[in-house]
């Protein structure tokens, strides 16, 4: 058997493996860690020395296909970079000569809300630019992360928390649940600005939280402070002098506060 036959039928296995429902993560993982040696023994990544028959690069792309989104379901970020980078050398600079995947713009996509739900916009952007207008807009896994970067701009976040039900694939998931902590913690500075106190059940309408408990062990997390009465209070009374009363500016403004953040709930 010739050392692409071996890979082949790894791959194979592998392959088998991870189209379970559910899958056997560890298995799969040990399938990956032989794959990625035996992948080192071929010329997997065309050089300037060295070339790739199309049979390598399309079992080597497959491969880390299913390492990419292996890395989402342990949720192991580093790796997922790696595999991604290595990933979009076949996506980008080889479509010529082995084609389009039918995952790559599912991994594209997937990879634009990692990054958008770590707040890396510059970079966003710059993966954005690599794709055609009419995949960015007509896309099933493009668009909706699109949408999503614009709800953030538009400080419409009762929109992304909707988009959690509707995510073009399973595999999404994570960095949905990551992206919506990063705009509970957008909400929260707003709340923490337009208000001198909430109630943790208005706390939890504007944070899209289901139950009190989920509010207070968000608001630990955040140092809100909650009295007896079930309240959070942001301000210091301790530290306000007595005799000074708001002026009418700073009260115009804490209503303007108020009102946006109604808007965004």
Known sequence: MSQLQGVETLFKELNTEWSKKPQNLKKCGQLLDQLKVALTKLAFLPTKDVTSTKAEMVLSRNVLEIAVEYSVATKDIPAFERYMSQLKCYYYDYKK??????????????????????????EFHTELELLSAEI??????????????????????????????????????????????????????????????????????????????????????????????????????????????????????????????????
């Open 97 to 122: 000569q082995i084609g389009e995947s039918e995952n790559m713009f599912k991994l594209l996509g997937l990879n634009l809300l990692y990054l958008l739900s770590v707040n890396r916009v510059s």
């Open 136 to 265: 960015i807009h007509t896309n099933k896994y493009i668009g909706p992360v699109l949408a999503l970067e614009q709800y953030i701009m538009e400080g419409r976040y009762n929109k992304i928390f909707q988009a959690k039900s509707s995510v073009p694939s399973e595999i999404y998931c994570y960095f949905m649940d990551i992206l919506l902590c990063t705009v509970r913690d957008e909400i929260a500075g707003c709340i923490e600005k337009a208000y001198d106190k909430i109630s943790v059940q208005d706390a939890a309408k504007r944070l899209n939280l289901k139950t009190v408990e989920e509010v207070k062990k968000f608001g630990v997390k955040r140092n809100w402070q909650l009295d007896a009465g079930g309240v959070y209070n942001f301000v210091d009374k301790s530290v306000k002098p007595k005799e000074v009363l708001p002026s009418v500016e700073l009260a115009e403004q804490a209503i303007f506060y108020a009102r946006e953040l109604e808007m965004i709930v």
